[in-house]
């Protein structure tokens, strides 16, 4: 199994900049990616970011240009950069692990963003 930990959430004024960083322990496959979700209240989980162990990376229109997503294999982490942050980015912000094959997935306990306008 996979377990996921994050961190970096917290209260920032619009315009500001936060990092998350999700690190993965257990049976990390190379047939895998990672990224973030999010969840505002009163809406459902959208994507955010995600990236594969080859670097490929795809994002959310509403976040293209502010947020980057980056990996570090050695340590099993990833990181999710959020530039020019707007209070329509406060979110509880899930790191997610998914396993192509046999599928398997995995989400972290969420943290906290919250940007104040």
């Known amino acids: 199994q996979v377990q996921l930990v994050e961190s970096g959430g917290g209260l920032v004024q619009a315009g500001g900049s936060l990092r998350l960083s999700c690190a993965a322990s257990?049976?990390?496959?190379?047939?895998?990616?990672m990224g973030w979700y999010r969840q505002a209240p009163g809406k459902q989980r959208e994507l955010v970011a995600t990236?594969?162990?080859?670097?490929?990376?795809n994002y959310a229109d509403s976040v293209k240009g502010r947020f980057t997503i980056s990996r570090d294999n050695a340590k099993n982490t990833i990181y999710l950069q959020m530039n020019s942050l707007k209070p329509e980015d406060t979110a509880v912000y899930y790191c997610?692990?998914?396993?192509?094959?046999?599928?398997?997935?995995?989400w972290g306990q969420g943290t906290q963003v919250t940007v104040s306008s």
């Open positions: 257990g049976s990390i496959s190379s047939r895998s990616r």
């Open positions: 990236i594969t162990n080859s670097d490929t990376t």
């Open positions: 997610y692990y998914q396993r192509t094959f046999p599928p398997f997935n995995s």
